[in-house]
């Protein structure tokens, strides 16, 4: 039975808002990991097949496939070939899906999967703004609206609506965003963080934890609706960031003396409600370990991501998950969400975490636009 082993992973810092990684390039910020991944892994280059990056915002300087773009800026051979994909939030996640199906189908041996994204630079909602201020219709057309009715459809309302679904209150969803703080200020402070992470331009640790958040100060801000639940503070961070892993086949590994750190164990994908929005974690995380035949016990570390306190917070109750096992170094909450970058960024702390701990199984999942999701499912080795 073919494999697809990780063998390389590494991101950058996640920079905050108008932050040290502000004013870097998408491009060169991308470049930077793909460089780092080749360094670490001391693979040749030129064995490479393809780059499979994930970006959401395909606009201006992220625009003309970046994917390409950044490992010609790395200086990397141009006999490699490079694409960008868009799945939502979830995009690097799915780069790395694409990677481990190409060496899994036996027409690949050695893929990068990666993702970038520059919010400061290209903010979210970009590509949106710049068609309707051409006159351009929205994304949604004429059929769409026949199905779902004209009604707010955004990842806000969806939040929203998962706190009235699952009986959510705001001093819940406070005191999780109070420990996601407080995870990834011990993380840092404990140095879990340094070997996955390649410093860039002077940023050498996450910038979004803030170890001196009390609940008394979250308290005090304002919804952003009127009645609502959620606040900035329940909410991830806009941010900037890139992360690549390089997923190798057995043969592969072989031949480049390469050091096999995890295999991919299950790929899942499934959609959900797209009023909601955010709750498609749920039903593929139940797809992917009936697949595995593997229980949710059986998860050493999980890494959702926290776009909003609901989800990963619904997730653990449907999933009945241990609270402790899930983003035991802080999430996106308080790390950032630099959107297409995330998904790669994620599969690095995973199997970081998997390493220092000694665990066995490692599951990584995340609400995307359109009501979707992907899982997936490692094993250190």
């Known amino acids: ?32 990991t793909l460089k780092a991944l080749i360094d670490r892994t001391g693979v040749d280059p030129a064995a490479v097949e393809d780059v499979i990056m994930g970006c959401v915002m395909q606009f201006g300087p992220q625009s003309m496939d970046i994917a390409r773009n950044a490992w010609l800026s790395a200086g ?57 201020e051409k006159g351009m219709p929205f994304p949604f057309g004429d059929k769409w609206v026949e199905r779902y009715g004209k009604q707010e459809i955004s990842q806000f309302r969806g939040a929203e609506l998962m706190c009235e679904k699952w009986g959510l209150k705001r001093d819940e969803l406070e005191r999780f965003a109070f420990e996601s703080h407080q995870r990834a200020a011990k993380a840092i402070a404990n ?71 995890a295999r991919i164990h299950q790929l899942a994908l499934m959609g959900d409600d ?35 306190a609901p989800v990963p917070l619904a997730w653990i109750k449907e999933l009945g998950a241990d609270p402790a096992k899930v ?14 970058g995330t998904g790669a960024i994620l599969m690095t702390k995973l199997l970081h975490e998997l390493e220092r701990t000694g665990g066995r199984y490692g599951l990584q999942t995340m ?14 080795l």
Request: hydrophobic residues 35%.
């Open 327 to 340: 983003n035991p170094n802080g999430g996106a909450i308080a790390l950032g969400h630099p959107l297409g």
């Open 274 to 308: 797209p009023v909601y929005m955010l709750t498609a974690p749920i039903p593929a995380t139940q797809k992917a370990l009936a697949k595995s035949g593997l229980s949710i016990d059986d998860i050493d570390v999980t890494e959702i991501n926290e776009a909003f």
């Open 191 to 261: 140095g879990y963080f340094k070997d996955q992470i390649e410093p860039i331009n002077g940023v050498e640790d996450d910038e979004g934890p803030r170890p001196d958040s009390t609940l008394e100060k979250l308290a005090t801000l304002k919804t952003l609706k009127e009645g609502g639940q959620i606040t900035a503070a329940t909410s991830s961070q806009i941010s900037d960031g890139s992360g690549a892993l390089l997923i190798a086949s057995e043969q592969a590994v072989k031949d480049h003396g390469l050091t096999p750190r």
């Open 367 to 380: 609400c995307e636009g359109g009501g979707q999701a992907n899982v997936t499912i490692i094993e250190r």
């Open 76 to 132: 990397l051979p141009e006999t490699t070939a490079g694409v960008t994909i868009d799945r939502q939030c979830g995009s690097s996640q799915q780069s790395i899906h694409f990677a481990a199906q190409g060496v899994l189908s036996g027409t690949q041996d050695l893929v990068v999967a990666a993702g970038v994204e520059s919010m400061s630079i290209v903010p979210m909602g970009s590509s949106i703004t710049a068609a309707l």
């Open 1 to 32: 039975m073919a494999e697809a082993y990780i063998v390389g992973a590494v991101r950058t810092p996640v920079g905050k808002k108008k932050g040290g990684l502000s004013t870097v390039h998408p491009t060169d910020l991308a470049a930077h």
